[in-house]
Structure formats: structure tokens, C-alpha cells
């Protein structure tokens, strides 16, 4: 379940570190009752973009082999593994 806090909360820096490293969800702030921000640890943030891009070219590499470029495919997960040390 996501957390969400006000925002008049993040005057305690210490207390929202230490929130913010034991999740591995971003933190939801809030503005007199609205959406403002999100905030997260440097972990989660990497692994967030890491599957961000991951899919991203995936989804390249499917739309090249239904074009029947299956050599360009094969070389674009090639370089996914490549990139990502799969």
C-alpha cells in the first residue's frame, strides 16, 4: 500500500530518510489534499528506469521481428543484454 504524507512532514529530514530507505515504493506527498510529489530511494529509482528501459526496448525489438527484421531483433537484445549485463 503506497504511503502518503503532507507535506508540512518533510520538516523532519531525518524521519522521511529513514522512511524513504526502508520502502521500496515511492512516497507520495501532498498539498493541501492534492497530489505534489513523489519521492524515492536512489535503489528503487534505478531499478524503476533499469525496467523502464528494459521494456522500452523490448517493445523494439518485438515491433523489428513482426517487420521481419529478425536479424535487427536478435542484435537489439544483443545489445539489451549487453547494456544491462543480462
Request: no cysteine; aromatic share 12%.
Given at each position: 500500500m503506497?504511503?502518503?504524507i503532507p507535506i508540512?512532514?518533510?520538516?523532519d529530514t531525518a524521519k522521511i530518510s529513514k522512511m524513504v530507505q526502508e520502502s521500496?515504493?515511492?512516497?507520495?506527498?501532498?498539498?493541501?489534499g492534492y497530489g505534489e510529489m513523489a519521492i524515492m530511494n536512489?535503489?528503487?529509482?534505478?531499478?524503476?528506469?533499469?525496467?523502464?528501459?528494459?521494456?522500452?526496448?523490448?517493445d523494439i525489438s518485438e515491433q523489428q521481428f513482426?517487420?521481419?527484421k529478425g536479424a535487427d531483433a536478435f542484435e537489439s537484445l544483443k545489445r539489451?543484454?549487453?547494456k544491462h549485463g543480462l
Open positions: 503506497p504511503r502518503i508540512r512532514d518533510l520538516k521500496d515504493e515511492p512516497i507520495f506527498i501532498t498539498k493541501n536512489m535503489k528503487t529509482y534505478e531499478e524503476k528506469f533499469f525496467l523502464l528501459d528494459l521494456y522500452k526496448s523490448l513482426r517487420e521481419g539489451i543484454r549487453k
